[in-house]
């Protein structure tokens, strides 16, 4: 079987080797080198936090997007069937339009959502004006410049 000899060496086995080639031999990484691995993943991880923040902010403003338009239709067919507006969030799930009241991601409670009552005159049922539209109670501002209670 052929063994193969280390370059710089004669072909001696490990024992003849002079101690301070078998020291740099097992000697590990240097300070400076471990300095440059932690610095670039440091780096690395710096790009990347803020592109999950706004990957997570996205996500946020998708759900709500959708719990909105999910609201304002469960809204609009109530209001159609029962020829009036609904005096509460909660008459949508107590009417069977809803199973729950959604999240309001930006607040992250179903208790905050801000209702907007229809006017009297316009109203559907005069005697009795309901919720007209449903906005989020956040008090801050999406990625496209438009705060979240506007939407």
Same mark, same amino acid.
């Given at each position: 079987?052929?063994?193969?000899i280390?370059?710089?060496?004669?072909g001696?086995?490990?024992?003849s080797l002079?101690?301070g080639?078998?020291?740099?031999?097992?000697r590990?990484?240097?300070f400076?080198?471990?300095?440059?691995?932690v610095?670039?993943?440091v780096?690395i991880?710096?790009?990347?936090?803020?592109i999950?923040n706004?990957t997570?902010l996205r996500a946020?403003e998708?759900?709500?997007?959708n719990?909105?338009? @999910?609201?304002r #239709?469960?809204i609009?067919?109530y209001?159609y069937?029962?020829?009036? +507006?609904?005096?509460?969030?909660q %008459?949508?799930?107590?009417?069977?339009?809803?199973?729950?009241?959604p999240i309001?991601?930006?607040?992250g409670?179903?208790? @905050?959502w801000r #209702?907007?009552?229809e006017?009297?005159?316009?109203s559907?049922n005069? +005697?009795?004006?309901?919720?007209? %539209?449903?906005k989020?109670?956040?008090?801050?501002?999406?990625l496209d410049?438009?705060?979240?209670?506007d939407?």
């Open positions: 079987m052929a063994r193969l280390p370059s710089g060496s004669s001696a086995d490990d024992r002079s101690s080639r078998r020291a740099r031999l097992t590990g990484f240097t400076v080198e471990l300095m440059v691995v610095t670039i993943i780096i991880i710096s790009m990347a936090i803020p999950y706004r997570i946020k998708s759900v709500l997007a719990n909105l338009f @999910t609201l #239709t469960c609009d067919n209001t069937d029962k020829q009036k +507006a609904p005096q509460s969030l %008459d949508l799930v107590t009417e069977g339009y809803l199973q729950k009241i309001d991601p930006m607040t409670s179903n208790q @905050t #209702t907007i009552m006017d009297a005159s316009q559907v005069q +005697a009795e004006p309901g919720i007209f %539209d449903v989020s109670s956040s008090d801050k501002t999406g410049g438009i705060p979240y209670a939407k």
